[in-house]
């Protein structure tokens, strides 16, 4: 089956940093979506990224969605302590396999 | 702000008691999703649906059964819970396969 892993599993970053996670499919996607979720939360749709190569920005956060549709990224500028959180991508599965799988996750802690 | 709930947000029970998880939407969404999630871990899809009488098992295997047999509900069951089935559960809910999941606050179980 389709599997979408994550790296780093961790991050502990100083505020002001950069910061960047990673999304790796098994398997070619039709799209890609990225979710936060808040220690103590649920997650929180962010992007989602359709088109080979796409790349999409919200303020400090820049999401792409790699030439082979199997992999993205997640790059925050400038880290804030409102930053903190587990960062999940969530992959659609082309052709037959109409599900979205989520990734590990990276948990990103900012140390003010 | 997503229209989706769930009930109760936390439960302690003890084992062998059989107990239903309520997850409501009033987006009038066709697919529902439930996912089981231990604290600051990943995502596992337990069960899905894409519209009434319709559910399906998802990735990873549960003893838990679901019902759809109104669009906007979606209640899990655990016919005798254990201290293995302790996790989050989330709900989600979504207008389309390939669109944003809109998740809930989630039910924190507890077996004892």
């Known amino acids: 089956g389709q599997q979408v892993m994550q790296i780093p599993q961790y991050q502990h970053v100083q505020e002001g940093e950069d910061f960047t996670t990673y999304c790796n499919s098994s398997t070619t996607l039709s799209n890609i979506q990225w979710y936060k979720q808040r220690p103590g939360g649920h997650p929180v749709f962010l992007i989602q990224l359709v088109k080979s190569g796409e790349v999409k920005k919200q303020k400090r956060l820049t999401f792409q969605f790699g030439e082979a549709k199997k992999n993205s990224s997640l790059h925050i500028t400038a880290t804030q302590t409102t930053d903190v959180g587990t960062y999940f991508c969530g992959g659609l599965g082309s052709g037959g396999y109409q599900k979205v799988t989520f990734g590990t996750g990276t948990k990103l802690q900012v140390i003010p | 702000e997503a229209d989706i709930y769930q009930t109760p947000r936390y439960l302690v029970i003890g084992t062998g008691k059989k107990i239903t998880l309520e997850c409501s939407q009033t987006?009038?969404?066709?697919?529902m999703y439930w996912y089981q999630q231990d604290p600051g871990m990943e995502l596992h899809l337990i069960h899905y649906s894409y519209g009434v009488n319709s559910t399906e098992k998802g990735d990873l295997s549960s003893e838990s059964t679901v019902s759809r047999i109104r669009t906007e509900h979606f209640p899990l069951t655990l016919e005798s819970a254990r201290p293995s089935h302790t996790s989050q559960y989330l709900c989600?809910?979504?207008?389309?396969?390939?669109?944003?999941?809109?998740f809930g606050q989630g039910t924190r179980l507890t077996v004892v």
């Open positions: 987006m009038g969404h066709d697919k």
């Open positions: 989600a809910s979504s207008e389309y396969i390939e669109t944003e999941a809109f």
